[in-house]
Nanobody, 125 residues
Framework: QVQLVESGGGLVQNGGSLRLSCAAS????????MGWFRQAPGKEREFVSA????????YYSDSVKGRFTISKDNAKNTMYLQMNGLKPDGTAIYYC??????????????????WGQGTQVTVSS
């Protein structure tokens, strides 16, 4: 089992940057596939980015590709999401998630077993 805690959210202007962190408990962080999702008010939770065990393979939604960068530091039990060029439609609660097993369904919320409590990101226009 793993516990996840996000941090780094806040208020930023249109075009600004933020770096989110997801700290994981336990000694087996490197055994988990990880992902970032976000949920805007009144909308379903949506996929943002995912990363494999080693951090060598990454995936992005079309809406953030080229602006966001996912990474993980297994030695620090932490995953990051560097967000550049933020837009007002990026306003949402951002969640990190973890799963134990490989799946091609990394974009689906149902593929993940563990979730953090979320961190609010607000982008002003």
């Amino acid at each position: 089992q793993v516990q996840l805690v996000e941090s780094g959210g806040g208020l930023v202007q249109n075009g600004g940057s933020l770096r989110l962190s997801c700290a994981a408990s336990g000694r087996t962080f490197s055994s988990y596939y990880m992902g970032w999702f976000r949920q805007a008010p009144g909308k379903e939770r949506e996929f943002v980015s995912a990363i494999n065990l080693s951090g060598g393979t990454t995936y992005y939604s079309d809406s953030v590709k080229g602006r966001f960068t996912i990474s993980k530091d297994n030695a620090k039990n932490t995953m990051y999401l560097q967000m550049n060029g933020l837009k007002p439609d990026g306003t949402a609660i951002y969640y990190c998630a973890a799963r134990k097993y490989y799946t091609t369904g990394y974009r689906s919320t149902t593929s993940y077993d563990y979730w953090g409590q979320g961190t609010q990101v607000t982008v002003s226009s």
